[in-house]
């Protein structure tokens, strides 16, 4: 087989793996292998109506990954502020503590800022638990986006 197919598909499936694991950019190493087997099979492989439905996935998934924490802040009642200032934490102790660090970051900083703002434990502890569930849910939906990437750019070629 040859050398860039097998890295098109490499790229595939680190996609999917990078879409659970923090700091590895899954959907656009998804997107890089479908588009580099394109460009490699002179534009022929996989066919218009495919290329625009492997891009569309992800495109999708690349909106869960940056805005999925955020947006489920938003809807628990955190200001952007707060959504903002907990991703930039969580992100930090990602170093710090491994990817249980982003939970504790985005959890603890949207309790305290939620508690400090209302002086209500039930209302933050409320926001605290509604974004740690979005970014769970964000990053479940980003694997199973990109891993169905993957499986229809098999069937597809």
Known sequence: MDTVI???????????VGSAVPL????PTSLAGVYLYWWHSGYAEPGVLA???LTVLGLTAMTFDYLG????????????EV???????????LFVLGPLGIFLGVAGTVFAFEYRKHEDVDQSVRAAVY???????????QVLLTASMLVAFILVI
């Open 6 to 16: 097998l890295l098109a598909f490499g790229l595939l499936i680190l996609g999917v």
């Open 24 to 27: 590895l950019p899954g959907a």
């Open 51 to 53: 290329l625009i439905g």
């Open 69 to 80: 924490g955020a947006v489920a802040a938003k809807a628990s009642g955190a200001s952007w």
């Open 83 to 93: 959504s903002a200032l907990a991703g930039l934490v969580g992100f930090a102790l």
């Open 131 to 141: 974004t740690t569930i979005g970014i769970l849910a964000s990053a479940v939906m």
